[in-house]
C-alpha cells in the first residue's frame, strides 16, 4: 500500500522561501513510470498543479510557477521536496504530494495524495 506523507512548516513568512518534504512509503521514487507531484489548494479555490518529479530524475513544472520552483529527492530516503521561492500571501493553501502512473499537468488525474499540509504565508 502506497502512502504519502507531507512535513514542514506551517506558516512562512513573506518573500521567504516554503519547503516541504514528502515522505513515500510502499513504494519506490525510482520505480518506472511513477510521477511524484506537488499540488495546492487556496483557500475557495480549485486544486493547482504545481509540478512532478519523474522516476528518471527529470522535472516538469507549472509555467505560472516555474520561476519560483524547485522539486528534487532523497532517494536514500525516499523523499521528495518542494522549494518554493519569494513566496506572498497569495501562496497560502493546503498542499499535497501525490503520485501518478503518467506524466500529469493536471491536478486532478492525481488520484493518490498525502493528507495535506496547510501553510499560511503571513508576517
Known amino acids: 500500500q502506497v502512502q504519502l506523507q507531507e512535513s514542514g512548516p506551517g506558516l512562512v513568512n513573506p518573500s521567504q522561501t516554503l519547503s516541504l518534504t514528502c515522505t513515500v512509503s510502499?513504494?519506490?521514487?525510482?520505480?518506472?513510470?511513477?510521477?511524484w507531484s506537488w499540488i495546492r489548494q487556496p483557500p475557495g479555490k480549485g486544486l493547482e498543479w504545481i509540478g512532478y518529479?519523474?522516476?528518471?530524475?527529470?522535472?516538469h513544472y507549472n509555467p505560472s510557477l516555474k520561476s519560483r520552483t524547485s522539486i528534487s529527492r532523497d532517494t536514500s530516503k525516499n523523499q521528495f521536496t518542494l522549494q518554493l521561492s519569494s513566496v506572498t500571501p497569495e501562496d497560502t493553501a493546503v498542499y499535497y504530494c501525490?503520485?501518478?502512473?503518467?506524466?500529469?499537468?493536471?491536478?486532478?488525474?492525481?488520484?493518490?495524495r498525502g493528507q495535506g499540509t496547510q501553510v499560511t504565508v503571513s508576517s
Open positions: 501525490a503520485r501518478a502512473n503518467r506524466p500529469y499537468t493536471e491536478a486532478d488525474q492525481y488520484r493518490l
Open positions: 510502499g513504494s519506490s521514487l525510482t520505480s518506472a513510470y511513477n510521477y
Open positions: 518529479l519523474a522516476y528518471t530524475g527529470g522535472t
